[in-house]
Protein backbone atom coordinates (compact mmCIF):
# COMPACT_ATOMS: atom_id res chain seq x y z
CA UNK A 1 0.00 0.00 0.00
CA UNK A 2 1.17 3.14 -0.99
CA UNK A 3 0.65 6.41 0.68
CA UNK A 4 0.42 9.89 -0.50
CA UNK A 5 1.43 11.91 2.45
CA UNK A 6 -0.12 15.00 0.96
CA UNK A 7 -3.12 13.01 1.40
CA UNK A 8 -2.53 11.35 4.59
CA UNK A 9 -5.30 13.46 6.49
CA UNK A 10 -8.09 12.90 3.90
CA UNK A 11 -7.46 9.76 2.90
CA UNK A 12 -7.61 7.99 5.89
CA UNK A 13 -11.40 7.56 5.93
CA UNK A 14 -12.18 7.15 1.69
CA UNK A 15 -9.47 4.45 1.74
CA UNK A 16 -11.18 1.38 4.38
CA UNK A 17 -14.19 0.62 1.40
CA UNK A 18 -11.74 0.07 -1.12
CA UNK A 19 -9.52 -2.06 1.36
CA UNK A 20 -12.43 -3.43 2.57
CA UNK A 21 -14.16 -5.36 -0.07
CA UNK A 22 -11.57 -7.41 -1.33
CA UNK A 23 -10.29 -8.44 2.30
CA UNK A 24 -14.21 -9.04 2.91
CA UNK A 25 -14.51 -10.93 0.01
CA UNK A 26 -11.72 -13.40 1.24
CA UNK A 27 -13.62 -14.74 4.04
CA UNK A 28 -17.39 -14.42 2.34
CA UNK A 29 -16.14 -16.02 -1.08
CA UNK A 30 -14.66 -19.78 0.74
CA UNK A 31 -17.48 -19.49 3.09
CA UNK A 32 -20.20 -18.93 0.95
CA UNK A 33 -18.40 -22.01 -1.17
CA UNK A 34 -18.34 -24.17 1.81
CA UNK A 35 -21.64 -23.38 2.37
CA UNK A 36 -23.20 -24.20 -0.99
CA UNK A 37 -20.96 -27.39 -1.20
CA UNK A 38 -22.25 -28.88 2.12
CA UNK A 39 -26.10 -27.85 1.44
CA UNK A 40 -25.54 -29.48 -1.70
CA UNK A 41 -24.33 -32.55 -1.08
CA UNK A 42 -26.49 -33.01 1.75
CA UNK A 43 -29.94 -32.01 -0.69
CA UNK A 44 -28.17 -34.57 -3.01
CA UNK A 45 -28.04 -37.35 0.27
CA UNK A 46 -31.65 -36.02 0.96
CA UNK A 47 -33.71 -35.84 -2.10
CA UNK A 48 -31.94 -38.36 -4.57
CA UNK A 49 -33.62 -42.29 -3.68
CA UNK A 50 -30.54 -43.84 -2.04
CA UNK A 51 -29.47 -46.69 -4.88
CA UNK A 52 -28.52 -48.96 -2.22
CA UNK A 53 -26.14 -50.38 -4.25
CA UNK A 54 -22.76 -49.62 -6.00
CA UNK A 55 -20.01 -51.55 -8.25
CA UNK A 56 -17.52 -52.99 -5.57
CA UNK A 57 -13.64 -53.30 -5.74
CA UNK A 58 -12.18 -56.74 -6.40
CA UNK A 59 -10.89 -58.47 -3.51
CA UNK A 60 -13.34 -56.93 -1.06
CA UNK A 61 -16.13 -58.29 0.67
CA UNK A 62 -18.12 -55.35 0.60
CA UNK A 63 -18.37 -52.43 -0.34
CA UNK A 64 -18.60 -51.28 3.49
CA UNK A 65 -14.98 -52.43 3.62
CA UNK A 66 -13.58 -50.54 1.07
CA UNK A 67 -15.04 -47.63 2.09
CA UNK A 68 -14.02 -48.50 5.60
CA UNK A 69 -10.34 -48.81 4.10
CA UNK A 70 -10.19 -45.91 2.12
CA UNK A 71 -11.50 -43.81 4.49
CA UNK A 72 -8.89 -45.31 7.27
CA UNK A 73 -5.92 -44.70 4.29
CA UNK A 74 -7.46 -40.98 4.69
CA UNK A 75 -7.65 -40.70 8.66
CA UNK A 76 -3.67 -41.91 8.05
CA UNK A 77 -3.09 -38.78 5.45
CA UNK A 78 -4.77 -36.53 7.70
CA UNK A 79 -2.68 -37.33 11.24
CA UNK A 80 0.12 -36.67 8.89
CA UNK A 81 -1.23 -33.31 7.86
CA UNK A 82 -1.72 -32.67 11.60
CA UNK A 83 1.88 -33.55 12.25
CA UNK A 84 3.39 -32.17 9.33
CA UNK A 85 0.93 -28.35 10.21
CA UNK A 86 2.70 -28.62 13.39
CA UNK A 87 6.17 -28.57 12.04
CA UNK A 88 5.05 -25.57 9.85
CA UNK A 89 4.33 -23.77 12.11
CA UNK A 90 7.09 -24.34 14.29
CA UNK A 91 5.46 -26.34 16.76
CA UNK A 92 7.43 -29.39 16.57
CA UNK A 93 10.81 -29.87 15.13
CA UNK A 94 10.38 -31.19 11.09
CA UNK A 95 12.14 -31.47 7.92
CA UNK A 96 12.49 -28.37 5.32
CA UNK A 97 9.52 -30.49 3.18
CA UNK A 98 7.49 -30.16 6.47
CA UNK A 99 4.87 -27.78 3.74
CA UNK A 100 5.43 -30.18 0.96
CA UNK A 101 4.73 -33.04 2.91
CA UNK A 102 1.79 -31.00 4.21
CA UNK A 103 0.23 -30.32 0.70
CA UNK A 104 0.63 -33.58 -0.62
CA UNK A 105 -0.66 -35.54 2.25
CA UNK A 106 -3.86 -33.10 2.10
CA UNK A 107 -4.38 -34.10 -1.72
CA UNK A 108 -3.61 -37.83 -0.92
CA UNK A 109 -6.15 -37.44 1.97
CA UNK A 110 -8.90 -35.66 0.15
CA UNK A 111 -8.63 -37.75 -2.95
CA UNK A 112 -9.19 -41.33 -1.49
CA UNK A 113 -12.29 -39.52 0.71
CA UNK A 114 -14.37 -38.44 -2.29
CA UNK A 115 -14.88 -42.05 -3.56
CA UNK A 116 -15.84 -42.85 -0.35
CA UNK A 117 -18.64 -39.72 -0.27
CA UNK A 118 -19.88 -40.98 -3.48
CA UNK A 119 -20.84 -44.33 -2.69
CA UNK A 120 -22.57 -42.75 0.40
CA UNK A 121 -24.21 -40.21 -1.00
CA UNK A 122 -25.02 -42.24 -4.27
CA UNK A 123 -25.96 -45.94 -2.79
CA UNK A 124 -27.13 -44.70 1.09
CA UNK A 125 -27.78 -41.22 1.07
CA UNK A 126 -28.07 -38.42 3.76
CA UNK A 127 -29.64 -40.61 6.74
CA UNK A 128 -30.80 -39.27 10.39
CA UNK A 129 -32.31 -42.54 12.21
CA UNK A 130 -29.83 -42.85 14.53
CA UNK A 131 -27.24 -40.49 16.20
CA UNK A 132 -23.95 -42.19 14.74
CA UNK A 133 -25.81 -41.72 10.96
CA UNK A 134 -27.26 -38.49 11.82
CA UNK A 135 -23.63 -37.10 12.93
CA UNK A 136 -21.82 -39.26 9.78
CA UNK A 137 -24.38 -37.54 7.56
CA UNK A 138 -24.06 -34.32 9.08
CA UNK A 139 -20.16 -34.32 9.21
CA UNK A 140 -19.91 -35.73 5.88
CA UNK A 141 -21.29 -32.86 4.30
CA UNK A 142 -19.38 -30.23 6.60
CA UNK A 143 -15.97 -31.83 6.05
CA UNK A 144 -16.25 -31.29 2.37
CA UNK A 145 -17.33 -27.65 2.55
CA UNK A 146 -14.94 -27.16 5.27
CA UNK A 147 -12.38 -28.56 2.98
CA UNK A 148 -13.21 -26.52 -0.09
CA UNK A 149 -13.21 -23.33 2.70
CA UNK A 150 -9.90 -24.47 3.85
CA UNK A 151 -8.34 -24.71 0.02
CA UNK A 152 -9.66 -21.38 -1.17
CA UNK A 153 -8.60 -19.57 1.79
CA UNK A 154 -4.99 -20.57 0.94
CA UNK A 155 -5.21 -18.81 -1.96
CA UNK A 156 -5.43 -15.49 0.13
CA UNK A 157 -2.71 -13.94 1.86
CA UNK A 158 -2.30 -12.16 4.86
CA UNK A 159 -5.16 -13.60 6.52
CA UNK A 160 -4.83 -13.35 10.16
CA UNK A 161 -2.33 -15.62 11.55
CA UNK A 162 -5.21 -18.23 13.50
CA UNK A 163 -7.41 -18.85 10.49
CA UNK A 164 -5.73 -21.19 8.56
CA UNK A 165 -5.31 -23.61 11.64
CA UNK A 166 -8.71 -23.45 12.78
CA UNK A 167 -10.36 -24.21 9.47
CA UNK A 168 -7.40 -26.94 9.37
CA UNK A 169 -8.45 -28.03 13.02
CA UNK A 170 -12.09 -28.16 12.03
CA UNK A 171 -11.59 -30.37 8.75
CA UNK A 172 -9.33 -32.60 10.58
CA UNK A 173 -11.74 -33.01 13.42
CA UNK A 174 -14.42 -33.46 11.05
CA UNK A 175 -12.72 -35.82 9.32
CA UNK A 176 -12.09 -38.00 12.46
CA UNK A 177 -15.42 -38.07 13.85
CA UNK A 178 -16.48 -39.51 10.15
CA UNK A 179 -14.06 -41.93 10.69
CA UNK A 180 -15.17 -42.91 14.23
CA UNK A 181 -18.93 -43.04 12.79
CA UNK A 182 -18.11 -45.28 9.93
CA UNK A 183 -15.01 -46.82 9.37
CA UNK A 184 -14.23 -47.69 13.45
CA UNK A 185 -18.11 -48.89 13.46
CA UNK A 186 -17.84 -51.47 10.54
CA UNK A 187 -14.51 -52.35 12.03
CA UNK A 188 -16.02 -53.44 15.38
CA UNK A 189 -19.51 -54.74 13.96
CA UNK A 190 -18.13 -57.04 11.09
CA UNK A 191 -14.35 -57.29 12.25
CA UNK A 192 -11.25 -56.25 10.54
CA UNK A 193 -11.85 -57.66 7.39
CA UNK A 194 -11.49 -56.94 3.77
CA UNK B 1 -0.35 -13.82 -5.24
CA UNK B 2 -2.97 -16.72 -6.59
CA UNK B 3 -1.52 -19.73 -5.93
CA UNK B 4 -3.52 -22.06 -8.25
CA UNK B 5 -2.53 -25.44 -6.37
CA UNK B 6 -5.50 -25.50 -4.08
CA UNK B 7 -8.01 -25.05 -6.53
CA UNK B 8 -6.48 -27.40 -9.05
CA UNK B 9 -6.99 -30.11 -5.70
CA UNK B 10 -10.45 -28.83 -5.43
CA UNK B 11 -10.77 -29.48 -9.32
CA UNK B 12 -9.11 -32.86 -8.96
CA UNK B 13 -11.90 -33.88 -6.30
CA UNK B 14 -14.32 -32.99 -7.92
CA UNK B 15 -13.50 -34.80 -11.05
CA UNK B 16 -12.88 -38.47 -9.40
CA UNK B 17 -16.35 -37.51 -7.60
CA UNK B 18 -18.04 -37.81 -11.07
CA UNK B 19 -15.96 -40.38 -12.38
CA UNK B 20 -17.31 -42.63 -9.57
CA UNK B 21 -20.53 -41.25 -9.77
CA UNK B 22 -20.79 -41.78 -13.32
CA UNK B 23 -19.06 -45.43 -12.95
CA UNK B 24 -22.01 -46.24 -10.46
CA UNK B 25 -24.71 -44.82 -12.57
CA UNK B 26 -23.64 -47.11 -15.24
CA UNK B 27 -22.23 -50.09 -13.57
CA UNK B 28 -24.33 -50.22 -10.44
CA UNK B 29 -27.40 -52.42 -9.64
CA UNK B 30 -25.33 -55.06 -9.21
CA UNK B 31 -22.87 -55.66 -6.66
CA UNK B 32 -23.37 -55.97 -2.70
CA UNK B 33 -23.33 -52.87 -0.75
CA UNK B 34 -22.55 -51.56 2.64
CA UNK B 35 -22.12 -53.89 5.29
CA UNK B 36 -24.30 -56.55 3.63
CA UNK B 37 -23.31 -59.44 1.81
CA UNK B 38 -25.21 -61.26 -0.74
CA UNK B 39 -27.05 -64.33 0.39
CA UNK B 40 -25.14 -67.26 0.27
CA UNK B 41 -27.78 -69.69 -1.35
CA UNK B 42 -27.92 -68.76 -5.15
CA UNK B 43 -26.12 -70.67 -7.41
CA UNK B 44 -28.80 -69.36 -9.77
CA UNK B 45 -27.34 -66.10 -9.15
CA UNK B 46 -27.09 -65.12 -12.96
CA UNK B 47 -23.47 -63.87 -14.60
CA UNK B 48 -23.30 -59.54 -14.22
CA UNK B 49 -22.78 -59.06 -18.08
CA UNK B 50 -26.51 -60.37 -18.47
CA UNK B 51 -27.88 -57.82 -16.59
CA UNK B 52 -28.28 -54.35 -18.28
CA UNK B 53 -27.97 -51.04 -16.11
CA UNK B 54 -30.53 -49.66 -18.10
CA UNK B 55 -33.74 -50.91 -18.86
CA UNK B 56 -34.65 -49.28 -22.35
CA UNK B 57 -32.08 -49.95 -24.61
CA UNK B 58 -31.34 -53.76 -24.16
CA UNK B 59 -32.93 -56.35 -25.75
CA UNK B 60 -35.60 -57.70 -23.50
CA UNK B 61 -36.20 -61.00 -23.50
CA UNK B 62 -39.12 -61.16 -21.78
CA UNK B 63 -42.45 -59.09 -21.82
CA UNK B 64 -42.52 -59.14 -17.74
CA UNK B 65 -42.30 -56.36 -16.95
CA UNK B 66 -39.84 -55.47 -13.47
CA UNK B 67 -41.90 -55.32 -10.50
CA UNK B 68 -42.20 -56.47 -6.99
CA UNK B 69 -45.45 -58.32 -5.24
CA UNK B 70 -46.39 -58.76 -1.91
CA UNK B 71 -49.67 -59.96 -0.23
CA UNK B 72 -50.93 -62.18 1.80
CA UNK B 73 -52.17 -65.99 1.91
CA UNK B 74 -55.87 -66.29 1.65
CA UNK B 75 -55.64 -68.24 5.40
CA UNK B 76 -54.06 -64.88 6.70
CA UNK B 77 -51.47 -67.07 8.35
CA UNK B 78 -48.76 -66.06 5.85
CA UNK B 79 -47.10 -63.55 3.87
CA UNK B 80 -46.03 -64.13 0.18
CA UNK B 81 -43.60 -61.70 -1.95
CA UNK B 82 -42.60 -61.88 -5.41
CA UNK B 83 -39.79 -59.89 -7.58
CA UNK B 84 -39.55 -60.06 -10.77
CA UNK B 85 -36.62 -59.00 -12.97
CA UNK B 86 -35.93 -59.77 -17.00
CA UNK B 87 -37.98 -62.65 -16.57
CA UNK B 88 -36.60 -64.00 -13.47
CA UNK B 89 -38.48 -64.14 -9.76
CA UNK B 90 -37.58 -64.36 -6.46
CA UNK B 91 -40.28 -65.15 -4.17
CA UNK B 92 -39.94 -65.69 -0.17
CA UNK B 93 -43.03 -66.97 1.48
CA UNK B 94 -43.42 -66.54 5.47
CA UNK B 95 -45.17 -67.13 8.36
CA UNK B 96 -43.27 -64.77 10.41
CA UNK B 97 -42.69 -67.33 13.23
CA UNK B 98 -40.65 -70.34 11.88
CA UNK B 99 -41.95 -71.23 8.80
CA UNK B 100 -40.15 -69.48 5.42
CA UNK B 101 -38.98 -70.19 2.48
CA UNK B 102 -36.98 -68.52 -0.61
CA UNK B 103 -38.29 -69.58 -3.77
CA UNK B 104 -36.62 -69.20 -7.21
CA UNK B 105 -37.43 -69.74 -10.75
CA UNK B 106 -38.46 -67.85 -14.78
CA UNK B 107 -41.44 -66.62 -15.41
CA UNK B 108 -43.08 -67.72 -18.79
CA UNK B 109 -43.96 -65.01 -21.24
CA UNK B 110 -47.93 -65.70 -20.69
CA UNK B 111 -47.61 -64.58 -16.76
CA UNK B 112 -47.09 -68.00 -14.87
CA UNK B 113 -44.34 -69.02 -12.85
CA UNK B 114 -43.14 -72.00 -11.35
CA UNK B 115 -40.72 -71.21 -8.54
CA UNK B 116 -39.31 -73.87 -6.23
CA UNK B 117 -37.13 -73.33 -3.03
CA UNK B 118 -35.00 -75.79 -0.58
CA UNK B 119 -36.79 -78.79 0.82
CA UNK B 120 -39.11 -79.25 -1.99
CA UNK B 121 -40.76 -76.33 -1.61
CA UNK B 122 -43.06 -75.37 -4.72
CA UNK B 123 -44.40 -71.68 -5.31
CA UNK B 124 -47.28 -71.52 -9.00
CA UNK B 125 -48.76 -68.21 -9.51
CA UNK B 126 -49.75 -66.29 -12.43
CA UNK B 127 -49.43 -62.85 -13.20
CA UNK B 128 -52.72 -60.70 -13.81
CA UNK B 129 -52.56 -57.93 -15.87
CA UNK B 130 -48.96 -56.72 -14.22
CA UNK B 131 -51.48 -55.94 -11.24
CA UNK B 132 -51.29 -58.97 -8.90
CA UNK B 133 -49.82 -62.36 -8.38
CA UNK B 134 -51.95 -65.34 -7.14
CA UNK B 135 -51.55 -68.79 -6.74
CA UNK B 136 -50.71 -71.55 -4.35
CA UNK B 137 -47.68 -72.13 -2.60
CA UNK B 138 -46.52 -75.83 -1.02
CA UNK B 139 -44.49 -75.93 2.02
CA UNK B 140 -43.65 -78.24 4.47
CA UNK B 141 -46.64 -80.37 3.63
CA UNK B 142 -49.03 -77.09 4.20
CA UNK B 143 -50.64 -75.55 1.08
CA UNK B 144 -51.75 -71.83 1.03
CA UNK B 145 -53.56 -69.70 -1.81
CA UNK B 146 -52.39 -66.41 -2.12
CA UNK B 147 -52.75 -63.10 -3.53
CA UNK B 148 -49.96 -60.51 -3.89
CA UNK B 149 -50.64 -57.18 -5.05
CA UNK B 150 -48.00 -54.99 -6.85
CA UNK B 151 -46.07 -53.74 -3.87
CA UNK B 152 -44.77 -50.04 -4.01
CA UNK B 153 -41.74 -48.94 -2.31
CA UNK B 154 -41.07 -49.01 0.93
CA UNK B 155 -43.52 -52.13 0.64
CA UNK B 156 -41.67 -55.44 -0.95
CA UNK B 157 -39.05 -57.87 -0.40
CA UNK B 158 -36.20 -57.38 1.86
CA UNK B 159 -33.38 -59.49 3.00
CA UNK B 160 -30.23 -58.88 5.33
CA UNK B 161 -27.24 -61.75 5.70
CA UNK B 162 -24.58 -60.83 7.93
CA UNK B 163 -22.08 -62.56 10.00
CA UNK B 164 -21.80 -60.93 13.24
CA UNK B 165 -18.94 -62.01 15.87
CA UNK B 166 -18.68 -65.66 14.26
CA UNK B 167 -23.04 -65.94 14.16
CA UNK B 168 -25.03 -65.90 10.89
CA UNK B 169 -27.65 -64.00 10.13
CA UNK B 170 -30.51 -64.65 7.78
CA UNK B 171 -32.77 -62.61 7.72
CA UNK B 172 -36.22 -62.06 5.35
CA UNK B 173 -39.03 -59.39 5.60
CA UNK B 174 -42.01 -58.73 3.60
CA UNK B 175 -43.13 -55.12 3.76
CA UNK B 176 -47.03 -55.29 3.10
CA UNK B 177 -48.77 -52.28 1.77
CA UNK B 178 -50.78 -51.36 4.79
CA UNK B 179 -46.93 -51.30 6.23
CA UNK B 180 -47.10 -54.53 8.64
CA UNK B 181 -44.16 -56.50 8.37
CA UNK B 182 -43.78 -60.27 8.29
CA UNK B 183 -40.19 -61.20 8.64
CA UNK B 184 -38.11 -64.08 10.53
CA UNK B 185 -34.31 -64.55 11.49
CA UNK B 186 -32.65 -67.04 11.19
CA UNK B 187 -29.84 -67.23 13.46
CA UNK B 188 -26.95 -69.95 13.10
CA UNK B 189 -30.46 -72.08 11.19
CA UNK B 190 -31.96 -71.47 13.87
CA UNK B 191 -35.64 -69.17 12.58
CA UNK B 192 -37.52 -66.62 15.28
CA UNK B 193 -39.26 -63.81 14.69
CA UNK B 194 -37.84 -60.99 12.71
CA UNK B 195 -37.63 -57.39 14.49
CA UNK B 196 -38.59 -54.48 12.38
CA UNK B 197 -36.70 -52.89 9.98
CA UNK B 198 -36.99 -49.52 8.62
CA UNK B 199 -38.68 -49.35 5.16
CA UNK B 200 -37.24 -46.47 4.52
CA UNK B 201 -33.37 -47.11 5.08
CA UNK B 202 -33.80 -51.40 5.77
CA UNK B 203 -31.83 -50.23 8.81
CA UNK B 204 -32.93 -53.43 11.61
CA UNK B 205 -31.15 -53.72 15.03
CA UNK B 206 -29.94 -57.57 15.80
CA UNK B 207 -28.41 -58.52 18.86
CA UNK B 208 -27.28 -54.65 19.30
CA UNK B 209 -25.40 -54.71 16.13
CA UNK B 210 -27.03 -52.51 12.76
CA UNK B 211 -27.79 -54.00 9.67
CA UNK B 212 -28.96 -53.30 6.38
CA UNK B 213 -31.95 -55.31 4.78
CA UNK B 214 -31.71 -54.76 1.48
CA UNK B 215 -34.78 -54.77 -1.55
CA UNK B 216 -34.33 -58.72 -3.06
CA UNK B 217 -34.19 -58.97 -7.16
CA UNK B 218 -33.63 -62.09 -8.49
Known amino acids: ?53 AFN ?36 PGPSWSSTLHRWSGRAAFLVA ?15 YETRVFWHSLLGCFFFGAFSAKMLL ?26 LTSALWFFRTFGVTT | MKRSGPLLTLLAGLLVGLFMLSLNATTGEKKTSASVEESPSP ?28 GRTDDDSSAVAVSLRDGRAIAYFCDGRDKESWLKGDVEDDGSMKLTGK ?36 SGL ?14 GWIVLKDGTQVGILTKNGKPS ?15 GEQLTARPVTP
Not at chain 1, 156 to 178: C, D, K, N, Y
Open chain 2, 43 to 70: KASPPPTTRSPSPSPSPSKSPIPNADYA
Open chain 1, 1 to 53: MTVDPNAATQGFPSPPPDHHRPSAARYLVPALVAAAVAVALGVYGKVHDPAGT
Open chain 1, 154 to 179: LRSERLPHWLLPIVGGLVFAALTIIW
Open chain 1, 114 to 128: VPVAVHCLYALGYQT
Open chain 2, 158 to 171: YRATATVRSAKFDG
Open chain 2, 193 to 207: PAPEIDPATGAVTVD
Open chain 2, 119 to 154: GGAELNGTLKQGKRISGTVDIGGGHYTFTADKAIKP
Open chain 1, 57 to 92: LAGFSSTGAVKSWLATVAIFFALVQFTSALMMYGKL
